[in-house]
């Protein structure tokens, strides 16, 4: 891969565990995107134990953009819709001024859980962009 230079960007991950995709024992690429981060988490309650896992890649904008709704009160973030997968969220970050966009993509393997995907989007609303593309 050649080298690839991001914009800065911020995010909220008190609530995470995020390692790089060699820690993860993960390839640099997923379906040809470059692999940026794994981030892991968990909800826990008193006889319950609701994990969460997501992927940062990187990817440029075209015209074929799936439907998408914004998250409430996020700069950036937006959902992307699928209707028929709900043991996963997909976000798309899209860089200020530039065809270049992250895409997060979160998997409940135990499906649904408001908590999980409460925590899910808390982070997608800390998303920004520290630099310009």
């Known amino acids: 891969m050649r080298d690839l230079v991001l914009p800065a960007f911020e ?4 609530d995470w565990l ?5 820690q993860a024992g993960l390839p640099d ?11 892991s988490t968990v909800v826990l309650g008193d006889d319950s134990f609701r994990p969460a896992s997501g992927v940062l890649t990187v990817g440029l904008l075209d015209e074929d953009v799936p439907p998408a709704r914004p998250v409430d009160d996020a700069q ?3 959902e992307l819709v699928d209707d ?5 969220l997909r976000f798309v970050l899209p860089a200020p001024r530039s065809r270049l966009a992250l895409l997060a993509e979160f998997r409940m393997p135990d499906g649904p859980d408001v908590e999980v995907k409460d925590r899910i989007e808390s982070l997608m609303r800390s998303f920004r962009w520290a630099a310009a593309a």
Do not use: F, I, N, Y
Request: glycine fraction near 4%; charge should be negative.
């Open 11 to 14: 995010m909220d991950c008190r």
């Open 18 to 22: 995020v390692v790089t995709p060699a």
């Open 29 to 39: 690429e997923v379906a040809g995107a470059p692999l940026l981060a794994v981030l």
């Open 76 to 78: 950036v973030a937006a």
């Open 84 to 88: 028929e997968d709900d043991e996963s």
